[in-house]
């Protein structure tokens, strides 16, 4: 029977990309596959419904329609709750799911016999690149982060000479150069504008000036180890984010844009700009906050608005990649293809449960927990056994051991010789302890041997 494969058309707010396209509809297919796309899944991203129907797939009018009979689930945000109860046990659930922000819907997954797989877990390995949906989303990102800042900044980005006078160019400052970040420096850079950038990563440095930007940055020890060896950032001390603060806010009172991309999976994300800074700019600024949709970098930044605080124009637009809907769809879609195409072989799942890629980005399946983030990932059934076979042994031991001595007390001498002949083979000066009772010579002999 041929692998039934659901996508859906997303409900999330602010969302408009979609998780498959005509062409990985298609490859999909010839892979021995089926497609049940539901009706204007691709409309945002302006894929029509024929465009899906030409590449193969069938259309559906809901997305309870859609998941009847997968074994597969596509989505880019997790679908509501009504449709997540109505996912067929054993059905495989693959998105970018946020896991550490939609603990609930995980819990639904878990009880539901879902297995989740989340398209951020994917691990920064050579073999999994063109899985990695984040980098692939972040890049766009960075992209449109420049453009929504030219929008609102009142002058142009390059040095401009006419006869009428000459025009400064804009000097932009990205804080955080990971995929968002560089992208944003090479975007700025091509536009013009004198480019500055920082990074807690000692491997920034390089990427940020093959670019062209300057790198600002307090280099002592522990910025030279402030990386994961997933290639993420980590925490900084309190210590360090002084000083790196005090550089920052004098490098931000010159600056005309800030863009502001710094993240930490599963946690807020850190504070970059305070008040203070912000007012140290001049007026007519820009401040862009890609991380407003988990707490924001700026302390002013308000999720889903552009607001004017201070003279200066704060942009924290929600789901930047959605905002280049058409490109990054078809980017996810390729990312979920080249995924897929691990898990699939002969037109049915054949998931490698030890493959690394897998691993790194399962959360749940059959109803346990398969990563310790999100849940226990022990069996409790190997822990009730254990417990069972503790209280049957101990008490057993006890009784065995008053028994003895109580039953047959003539015997007393026999065990005295016994401990005392294993005594001396063990340790020659434990002669005092013959005239013990037998039950403290077994105990005697048994620490001494242990020691």
Excluded at 44 to 52: G, N, Q, V
Excluded at 166 to 179: H, L
Excluded at 277 to 294: F, H, L, P, Q
């Amino acid at each position: 029977m041929a692998l039934n494969i659901a996508v859906l058309k997303e409900s999330a707010q602010n969302e408009k990309r979609v998780s498959a396209t005509p062409e990985t509809v298609k490859k999909y297919i010839a892979a021995g596959a089926k497609v049940q796309v539901e009706s204007g899944a691709g409309a945002y991203a302006h894929i029509s419904d024929d465009a899906y129907k030409d590449a193969g797939a069938k259309i559906v009018k809901s997305a309870e329609e859609a998941i009847k009979g997968a074994g597969v689930v596509l989505c880019v945000q997790f679908p509501s709750d009504a449709v997540l109860k109505k996912i067929e046990k054993g059905t495989l659930l693959i998105g970018l799911l946020s896991p550490f922000a939609n603990k609930a819907a995980l819990e639904i997954c878990h009880k539901q016999n879902i297995t989740a797989m989340a398209m951020e877990m994917v691990p920064r390995i050579s073999r999994a690149q063109s899985m990695d949906a984040l980098s692939s989303q972040s890049n766009l990102a960075g992209y449109k982060a420049v453009l929504d800042a030219a929008e609102y900044y009142g002058h142009a980005f390059p040095l401009m000479m006419t006869a009428a006078g000459t025009i400064p160019p804009a000097k932009v400052f990205v804080m955080g150069a990971g995929v968002a970040g560089l992208q944003a420096i090479a975007t700025a850079k091509r536009l013009g504008a004198i480019v500055s950038a920082t990074d807690v990563r000692p491997a920034a440095k390089e990427q940020v000036e093959s670019l062209g930007g300057k790198f600002v940055a307090v280099e002592d020890d522990e910025f030279k180890q402030a990386e994961t060896a997933g290639g993420y950032a980590k925490e900084m001390s309190a210590e360090y984010k002084k000083k790196q603060a005090a550089l920052i806010a004098e490098t931000i009172s010159k600056q005309d844009i800030i863009i502001t991309t710094a993240l930490i999976p599963g946690r807020p994300a850190p504070k970059l700009v305070d008040d203070a800074m912000v007012k140290s700019m001049r007026a007519g600024s820009v401040i862009v906050d890609m991380a407003v949709e988990t707490g924001g970098n700026c302390t002013l930044a308000e999720a889903g608005k552009v607001v004017v605080k201070h003279g200066v124009t704060i942009i924290g637009h929600a789901n930047m990649p959605s905002r280049l809907a058409a490109d990054s769809s078809a980017l996810y879609a390729k990312n979920l293809l080249n995924l897929l195409n691990l898990l699939i072989k002969d037109g049915a799942l054949a998931i490698d449960w030890e493959d690394e890629i897998v691993k790194g980005m399962s959360i749940c399946k059959d109803g346990a927990w398969l990563n310790e983030a999100f849940g226990s990932t022990a069996k409790p059934a190997a822990k009730k056994a254990e417990a069972k076979a503790e209280v049957k042994t101990e008490p057993k031991a006890d009784a065995k051991a008053e028994e003895k001595p109580a039953a047959k007390p003539a015997a007393k001498k026999a065990p005295a010789k016994k401990a005392t002949s294993t005594a001396k083979k063990a340790a020659p000066k434990a002669k005092t302890a013959a005239p013990k009772k037998a039950p403290a010579k077994k105990t005697t002999t048994t620490k001494k041997a242990d020691k």
